[in-house]
């Protein structure tokens, strides 16, 4: 199904952007600076790349599901560059208020902050509970050094913070308060407000936007977009992750897995939308981004597909390309 070369497909609908509209302020319970940022050696980051790769070859195999992506590595100039990016981000842990909720979550902006407000990007994390909590220099935070603020919720329940998350339920509210906390920061430009979601958090994504999230343009990366069939191929999600977070689960499943689906509803996707995906990714499947982008154009959707092939779930063959992405697809949509 899919070519051995990168694919891009772009289409413009030349929808309306939706653009952030103003909420009552959100109280910030508290704010704390993170732990600096400790710039691994090239050794160091080779060790910890082939450790998350056998873990990941380890985690397939568990579910009977083949991994067919190659070991990345970075030539040791990047990660200098890298380092350096870091160097110049400045991280902040929160903890607000979600439906009466204290949730955790990590802000990252440019270490010099220039006079006017900056755009804001909302990244919605992967992974469910602790696996996939957002560490506090995770990758994303270069997008704060191309000059945004960056929020990122843990969700209710996750790193310390109140509450029980629901893979999509109320714990969605914890993305839409995310806005009056940026709102009350005062150096968030809130006529450009993104969403950006990887994995589970593109699923989170959609789920806000067709909630009241408004942004002006989407962009996710891996996206969970049909937990019918994704529960048919990787059945262990059922088991151990849906059943235990969705409510009422044994007797709604069917329902809340379609609920949870933008390939049930891609009419309700009036934003912009980057779907990017990597053709070997086992965790979500790419088969599910194509017809996707193929239901947002036969709706009349704007959006830009875009297939890396043989990568992974986290894109880590074309990272850099998948940033530059992101961000040319956010400032195409600035107001």
């Not at 957002?134 to 929020?151: C, I």
């Not at 059922?238 to 390939?263: C, H, K, Q, T, Y």
Request: contains cysteine; proline residues 5%.
């Amino acid at each position: 199904m899919f070519a051995h070369r990168r694919v891009s497909i772009f289409v413009a609908a030349m929808l309306t952007p939706v653009l952030a509209q103003a909420q009552p302020a959100g109280p910030v319970a508290s704010q704390s600076t993170c732990p600096p940022y400790e710039a691994p050696t090239y050794e160091q980051y080779v060790e910890n790349a082939q450790r998350l790769y056998a873990n990941e070859m380890e985690a397939a195999k568990s579910e009977g599901v083949p991994m067919r992506s190659a070991l990345a590595l970075m030539p040791r100039e990047l990660l200098d560059r890298d380092n350096a990016v870091s160097r110049a981000v400045e991280c902040t842990s929160i903890v607000y208020l979600s439906d009466g909720l204290k949730v955790k979550a990590l802000m990252w902006r440019p270490q010099d902050q220039v006079a006017k407000p900056l755009p804001l990007i909302v990244y919605n994390r992967g992974g469910n509970r602790e696996f996939g909590r957002v560490s506090t220099w995770n990758g994303v935070h270069r997008l704060a050094a191309e000059g945004f603020v960056v929020l990122a919720s843990q969700y209710r329940g996750v790193d310390g913070g109140e509450g029980q998350e629901e893979f999509g339920g109320a714990d969605v509210h914890d993305i839409l308060n995310l806005v009056p906390v940026a709102q009350s920061l005062g150096f968030v430009d809130m006529n450009n407000v993104f969403m950006l979601g990887w994995s589970r958090g593109g699923m989170m994504t959609f789920l806000a936007a067709t909630q009241g999230m408004r942004v002006n343009a989407l962009a996710v990366w891996g996206p969970l977009l049909d937990l019918v069939e994704e529960g048919k191929r990787r059945p262990a999600m059922i088991e151990n992750v849906w059943s235990e977070l969705m409510p009422d689960f044994a007797n709604r499943g069917d329902a809340l897995l379609r609920e949870r689906s933008a390939m049930y509803w891609p009419e309700k996707i009036y934003t912009p939308t980057l779907l990017m995906h990597g053709s070997a990714d086992w965790r979500a499947s790419p088969a599910d981004t194509l017809v996707f982008a193929q239901k947002l154009q036969q709706a009349g959707k704007t959006y830009e597909l875009v297939m890396y092939a043989n990568d992974d779930h986290s894109l880590s063959l074309n990272k850099d390309d998948s940033y530059r992405r992101i961000v040319l697809w956010f400032r195409k949509h600035m107001r």
